[in-house]
């Protein structure tokens, strides 16, 4: 039988975990992931991060996902806003996922100072050279015990067919040779 979403509970609590939390990272770690920028704001009040957990949910609506550490300092500014965009990255921009990874000491609007960012439709930072952007309304989201869950319904989005893909796996940027045209 189908659970129904009064049925549906997120942990509110840390519980002893059954598994152990290096082993844990230590297997998610091998796993690769898109490379993404999560941006909100407008020009000079821009923020934005790197972020691996960003997926599609639907395409009737088209709706992303995007999971973010409840300690950001950018999630108060999406919810402010009430949009976001999810850039992912192309195999050149790992410079990029660097600066808003936090790994270069740059913060804040100075993060977007060596890029050509714009806006779509919901005014949130666009990165024009990006392999793909989805630019979404703020939707809903939902709180874990360490992250917040973002849904996003996507209001436009540009891609370039011609890029590929920066991931994350093993601890560094790197682009998945075997998915070369």
């Known amino acids: 039988m189908p659970l129904s979403a009064p049925d549906i509970k997120i942990s509110t609590g840390i519980d002893t975990p059954r598994v152990d939390a290096q082993g844990f990272r230590s297997a998610m770690r091998i796993v690769a992931t898109a490379v993404t920028v999560i941006a909100t704001g407008e020009a000079g009040l821009r923020h934005g991060m790197t972020a691996s957990a960003v997926c599609s949910l639907s395409d009737r609506p088209p709706m992303i996902l995007a999971c973010v550490n409840s300690n950001s300092t950018v999630l108060p500014h ?30 804040g ?7 050509i ?37 996507v209001e436009g989005m540009m891609h370039d067919p011609l890029a590929r893909s920066l991931v994350y796996a093993g601890g560094h940027f790197s682009f998945p040779h075997h998915l070369a045209t």
């Open 78 to 107: 999406i919810r402010a806003n009430g949009c976001f965009s999810a850039n992912f990255l192309t195999e050149t921009q790992s410079a990029l996922a660097e600066r808003f990874a936090g790994l270069t000491k740059v913060y």
């Open 109 to 115: 609007p100075d993060r977007f100072e060596a890029e």
């Open 117 to 153: 960012w714009g806006q779509l439709v919901t005014g949130a930072p666009v990165l024009h050279d990006a392999l793909s952007v989805f630019d979404c309304r703020l939707e809903c989201e939902y709180d874990s015990p360490t992250h917040t869950i973002l849904i996003g319904r």
